[in-house]
T-cell receptor, first 115, second 111 residues
Framework: GAVVSQHPSWVICKSGTSVKIECRSL??????MFWYRQFPKQSLMLMAT?????????EQGVEKDKFLINHASLTLSTLTVTSAHPEDSSFYIC???????????FGPGTRLLVL | EDKVVQSPLSLVVHEGDTVTLNCSYE??????LLWYKQEKKAPTFLFML????IEKKSGRLSSILDKKELSSILNITATQTGDSAIYLC???????????FGTGTRLKVLA
């Protein structure tokens, strides 16, 4: 199998605080992980590609200083939403690519609500 | 610019009907096409297609890729209410790890 976990599942925070979301591949090593954002009734929007041991590649329009990504090991990537504001409220989903079969497996997602 | 287009955007059918969902793409150096099902949480993997004309099948779901037409279809036969979901298509290009997602098709199956 290929299991990806995310933590936390739900987070509610006050405006101005920072929130860290973890993404782990539980039974395989993932050189590459992806972070997506999804608004209600919309498709996934790729925010950044995270490669182990190197800097993340951000998509156009995504603020690097706002959404900090760290991929410190082959099984863990973190996304930190810094100084969160209500407009950052969204569903954040990570995926990890199983290199041997070039398929992305998704974590269960983290729902962020910024008050 | 690379893009993936899914049709229809939304579909309502009755239990027992057969549905066909479409995904067309324009991607430089096509690598693979993935189908996902998304219910209330994150997408779950259905199929990966890399070769044209070879059908992938899983129960009532099947999918096939047509590289000449730059498209793929996902078929669901004898639909059930549990098939209600958003079906996402994603296409990857060689030389990049990135996948481009379509807008999804929202399927609702009525009892």
């Amino acid at each position: 199998g290929a299991v990806v976990s995310q933590h936390p599942s739900w987070v509610i925070c006050k405006s101005g605080t920072s929130v860290k979301i973890e993404c782990r591949s539980l039974d395989f090593q993932a050189t590459t992980m992806f972070w997506y954002r999804q608004f209600p009734k919309q498709s996934l929007m790729l925010m950044a590609t995270s490669n182990e041991g190197s800097k993340a590649t951000y998509e156009q329009g995504v603020e690097k200083d706002k959404f900090l990504i760290n991929h410190a090991s082959l099984t863990l990537s973190t996304l930190t939403v810094t100084s969160a504001h209500p407009e950052d409220s969204s569903f954040y989903i990570c995926s990890a690519e199983k290199t041997s079969i070039e398929t992305q497996y998704f974590g269960p997602g983290t729902r962020l609500l910024v008050l | 610019e690379d893009k993936v287009v899914q049709s229809p955007l939304s579909l309502v059918v009755h239990e027992g009907d057969t549905v066909t969902l479409n995904c067309s793409y324009e991607v430089t150096n096509f690598r693979s096409l993935l189908w996902y099902k998304q219910e209330k949480k994150a997408p779950t993997f259905l199929f990966m297609l890399t070769s044209s004309g070879i059908e992938k099948k899983s129960g009532r779901l099947s999918s096939i890729l047509d590289k000449k037409e730059l498209s793929s279809i996902l078929n669901i036969t004898a639909t059930q209410t549990g098939d209600s979901a958003i079906y996402l298509c994603a296409v990857g290009a060689s030389g990049t790890y990135k996948y481009i997602f379509g807008t999804g098709t929202r399927l609702k199956v009525l009892a």
